[in-house]
């Protein structure tokens, strides 16, 4: 089925209406059309959305696709920049993606980092008193990653640099005068970081990605810096997930005994049933780079494609009942699957998944263990709403905590 022939949304410019609709711009229409691909123009480009198992399929399986030009370029910048491993193809790809998969998943990082991160976060919290869960957490997870990949304390301790970090994914979604700023702040952020990987120390994670070897030369300073962001970046971006895990932990309040003491099973199913309700990723892009027939799609070269992450994730054939939140799904990160996709679909290893999901479970599941069985919060009035014209989306009050004090092991 050529593109032609595929439903049309019937307008001839839809930007506008992506970001009024947000997230759910690309599932509301194939509902609306009965279909699970659609033609569109956005920002002047013609586009192939889709929804569902063929489209993951597509972006995460099939061959002639590539990610170079599927991007705007602003969200390029900020999220992955030129040069980077998600803008590689083929055995280029596979060969830096093999730096991030020893360092992220085979190793002891998401341990080491969900040791530092209940640490700093129990500290800072008892300190607060009170404490906004996506700026505190978010905030902690840029000085605990910064601080793990061998950065001294002239990085991990930069408040401004920190932020800086945490607004690469926050703005990512939006466009105006913020977006630049946080463009220009990116920009001074790797300076810094240039400047500091003389000083790392042997065998760090950023002193790995910087002496990694392509060609028999190690990758180029301005390369190197990009790729330690794009190692650091995501873990900041876990605050996220966690502000959501705490909004379900405040509008459920039974989850608070539950999974006090629960096992670690109960605690991961817990976390992989927010990461399925909540909206992360809102799409992924993929240009062809030649004709592309994937099931019962014709594309053309040079045809934009853009599967839908979120509206996968809330697929009632997967999913039955996707509105309830049901920790019972038997969701895990460890087995690729086409509807469970709250970072990519596919094999982590040869495709363009993120290899960081190992690392975003344990970090969740500390948090978890903090709000849950160290501490006692209450919770002030506030707006736990989520905007899903917002991309990214986050609790509109970022989840409020009051009067955090430590749990009485007596009580």
């Known amino acids: 089925m050529r593109p032609g022939a595929l439903p049309s949304d019937g307008a001839p410019e839809a930007t506008l209406a992506l970001l009024r609709e947000g997230y759910r711009f690309i599932?509301?229409?194939c509902t609306r059309l009965g279909t699970d691909a659609f033609r569109t123009r956005l920002m002047g480009r013609k586009a192939v959305c889709l929804t569902g198992g063929r489209g993951i399929r597509l972006l995460y399986g099939a061959d002639g696709l590539t990610r170079r030009g599927a991007m705007p370029p602003t969200v390029l910048r900020l999220l992955q920049d030129k040069g980077s491993v998600q803008q590689l193809?083929?055995?280029?790809?596979?060969?830096?993606?093999?730096?991030?998969?020893?360092?992220?998943?085979?190793?002891?990082?998401?341990?080491?980092l969900a040791e530092m991160f209940a640490r700093a976060w129990t500290v800072r919290l008892c300190a607060e008193g009170d404490s906004n869960v996506l700026a505190g957490a978010s905030d902690?997870?840029?000085?605990?990653?910064?601080?793990?990949?061998?950065?001294?304390?002239?990085?991990?301790?930069?408040a401004a640099l920190r932020k800086a970090l945490v607004e690469m994914s926050d703005r990512a979604g939006s466009v105006g005068p913020g977006t630049m700023a946080a463009l220009l702040r990116r920009r001074?952020?790797?300076?810094?970081?240039?400047?500091?990987?003389?000083?790392?120390?042997?065998?760090?994670?950023?002193?790995?990605?910087?002496?990694?070897?392509?060609?028999g030369a190690p990758l180029a300073t301005k390369?190197?810096?990009?790729?330690?962001?794009?190692?650091?970046?995501?873990?900041v971006a876990v605050g996220r997930y966690i502000a959501f895990l705490a909004r379900t932990l405040a509008v459920g309040q039974e989850w608070q005994q539950t999974l006090c003491g629960?096992?670690?099973?109960?605690?991961?199913?817990f976390c992989e049933e927010v990461r399925r309700q909540s909206p992360f990723f809102p799409m992924v892009g993929a240009m062809t780079t030649r004709r592309v027939l994937h099931e019962g799609l014709d594309l053309p070269s040079g045809q934009w494609v853009l599967a839908d992450l979120w509206g996968t994730l809330q697929s009632q054939e997967a999913f039955p009942l996707p509105n309830q939140f049901h920790p019972g799904r038997q969701l895990s990160w460890r087995h690729p699957n086409e509807y469970f996709v709250p970072q990519g679909g596919g094999d982590a290893a040869t495709t363009h998944r993120c290899p960081g999901e190992r690392v975003t479970l344990a970090l969740m599941m500390a948090a978890v263990r903090i709000l849950c069985g160290r501490l006692h919060w209450d919770l002030p009035e506030q707006n736990l709403e989520l905007a899903l014209n917002r991309m990214p989306a986050a609790p509109e009050s970022g989840v409020l905590l009051s009067d955090i004090r430590k749990l009485d092991p007596t009580s």
């Open 27 to 29: 599932p509301d229409r």
């Open 89 to 112: 193809d083929g055995a280029a790809h596979r060969h830096r993606k093999a730096l991030f998969m020893t360092v992220l998943v085979e190793e002891d990082a998401a341990e080491r």
């Open 140 to 158: 902690t997870l840029a000085q605990v990653a910064c601080k793990w990949a061998g950065f001294d304390q002239s990085i991990s301790g930069d």
């Open 188 to 215: 001074r952020v790797e300076r810094q970081l240039a400047r500091a990987l003389s000083d790392l120390p042997e065998a760090c994670p950023a002193r790995r990605i910087a002496g990694f070897e392509e060609n």
């Open 223 to 235: 390369t190197a810096v990009v790729e330690i962001l794009n190692m650091l970046r995501p873990i």
């Open 262 to 269: 629960a096992d670690r099973v109960d605690i991961e199913q």
